[in-house]
């Protein structure tokens, strides 16, 4: 039975994440997290257990909290899973997860990486100058005529085939998202997020985060990673870095890499590495057919032990 292990992005953090898992899995959870603490000097399993809330979506934590989580999760699951892997994904942020689970990046490197990258989005743009909603039920090329026509703001990411989001300036952001209302869209949702991602207005921290990139030593992937940029995969150490840099300003396609691995593997089976179902319920609607387990509980863990051992 062949898996692909898909690693979550911002928006699935949330105050009590990894809690139902502590009992049964402390010792694995502390050691990722006691690190990834260490290294940043600030403790992050308090932050994920306890927020308070405007600190866990502080991006410059958000980042962190959610690569050790993940990374925690495949420490418990890799047992079971290494050699029935045949890819990995991640949605934005979690495309680092993916790479460290892959043993591209070590951990280590990954946490201060993923801190940066935070810590310059949120400089990037000022608070309350940058938005993001989602647009469901409409066809991504007229969201992309609207967007060129408003100007300001792009499509950020390809979630599903009717399920976009869109990304840019405040004003522009609402301005598209009216539009594409009263052009047919079903539903607008304005998106909580501290930063606008995957649009220009990124363009000057991945500038600044590319250099920490290419300074870093990454390793042949263990298993083939599909990136963000263009839901595709590569063994070319240079090209990888460079699709990084460009994912912090550029579209997640996302929906794209799924369909590319489920024609690659049509009875490949699907594992969400993370706290929450977000790409789970995503993965559902691309793949109605796919095989999809989730790792957010002990009960969910057990049955992938169970069915994949």
Same mark, same amino acid.
């Given at each position: 039975?062949?898996?692909?292990?898909?690693?979550?992005?911002?928006?699935?953090?949330?105050?009590?994440?990894?809690?139902?898992?502590?009992?049964?899995?402390?010792?694995?959870?502390?050691?990722?997290?006691?690190?990834?603490?260490?290294?940043?000097?600030?403790?992050?399993?308090?932050?994920?257990?306890?927020?308070?809330?405007?600190?866990?979506?502080?991006?410059?934590?958000?980042?962190?909290?959610?690569?050790?989580?993940?990374?925690?999760?495949?420490?418990?699951?890799?047992?079971?899973?290494?050699?029935?892997?045949?890819?990995?994904?991640?949605?934005?942020?979690?495309?680092?997860?993916?790479?460290?689970?892959?043993?591209?990046?070590?951990?280590?490197?990954?946490?201060?990486?993923?801190?940066?990258?935070?810590?310059?989005m949120q400089e990037a743009v000022k608070e309350g100058d940058g938005s993001m909603a989602a647009i469901l039920g409409m066809k991504e090329e007229d969201i992309v005529a609207i967007c060129k026509e408003v100007g300001g703001v792009s499509?950020?990411?390809?979630?599903? $085939?009717?399920?976009?989001?869109? =990304?840019?300036?405040?004003? +522009?952001?609402? *301005?598209?998202?009216?539009?594409?209302? &009263?052009? /047919?869209?079903?539903?607008?949702?304005?998106?909580?997020?501290?930063?606008?991602?995957?649009?220009?207005?990124?363009?000057?921290?991945?500038?600044?985060?590319?250099?920490?990139?290419?300074?870093?030593?990454?390793?042949?992937?263990?298993?083939?990673?599909?990136?963000?940029?263009?839901?595709?995969?590569?063994?070319?150490?240079?090209?990888?870095?460079?699709?990084?840099?460009?994912?912090?300003?550029? $579209?997640?396609?996302?929906?794209? =890499?799924?369909?590319?691995? +489920?024609?690659? *593997?049509?009875?490949?089976?699907?594992? &969400?590495? /993370?706290?929450?179902?977000?790409?789970?319920?995503?993965?559902?609607?691309?793949?109605?057919?796919?095989?999809?387990?989730?790792?957010?509980?002990?009960?969910?863990?057990?049955?992938?032990?169970?069915?994949?051992?």
């Amino acid at each position: 039975m062949n898996v692909c292990v898909v690693f979550p992005g911002q928006g699935s953090q949330y105050v009590g994440m990894m809690k139902d898992l502590l009992e049964d899995y402390k010792d694995i959870i502390n050691k990722r997290f006691s690190v990834a603490s260490d290294l940043l000097g600030i403790d992050l399993l308090d932050i994920a257990l306890n927020g308070p809330e405007e600190l866990i979506n502080q991006t410059k934590y958000t980042q962190p909290i959610l690569l050790s989580s993940s990374i925690a999760l495949w420490d418990i699951i890799s047992g079971t899973l290494f050699d029935k892997v045949h890819f990995m994904a991640g949605h934005s942020l979690g495309e680092y997860s993916a790479l460290v689970a892959a043993e591209v990046i070590d951990f280590e490197s990954a946490v201060q990486l993923v801190h940066y990258r935070g810590t310059l989005m949120q400089e990037a743009v000022k608070e309350g100058d940058g938005s993001m909603a989602a647009i469901l039920g409409m066809k991504e090329e007229d969201i992309v005529a609207i967007c060129k026509e408003v100007g300001g703001v792009s499509l950020a990411n390809y979630n599903t $085939p009717a399920q976009s989001v869109i =990304s840019g300036k405040k004003q +522009s952001v609402e *301005e598209a998202s009216a539009l594409c209302k &009263e052009k /047919g869209a079903k539903k607008i949702i304005p998106l909580t997020v501290s930063v606008p991602s995957h649009c220009d207005l990124m363009a000057s921290a991945a500038q600044k985060l590319s250099g920490e990139i290419y300074s870093l030593d990454f390793n042949l992937p263990k298993y083939s990673v599909y990136q963000n940029v263009n839901a595709s995969c590569t063994n070319d150490i240079s090209l990888i870095k460079e699709n990084l840099v460009k994912q912090l300003y550029s $579209p997640v396609f996302w929906y794209q =890499s799924i369909i590319s691995i +489920s024609e690659k *593997e049509p009875e490949i089976s699907f594992v &969400e590495c /993370g706290s929450g179902k977000v790409l789970s319920g995503l993965t559902k609607k691309i793949n109605p057919s796919a095989k999809i387990y989730t790792t957010g509980n002990v009960e969910q863990i057990k049955q992938i032990e169970e069915i994949f051992s």
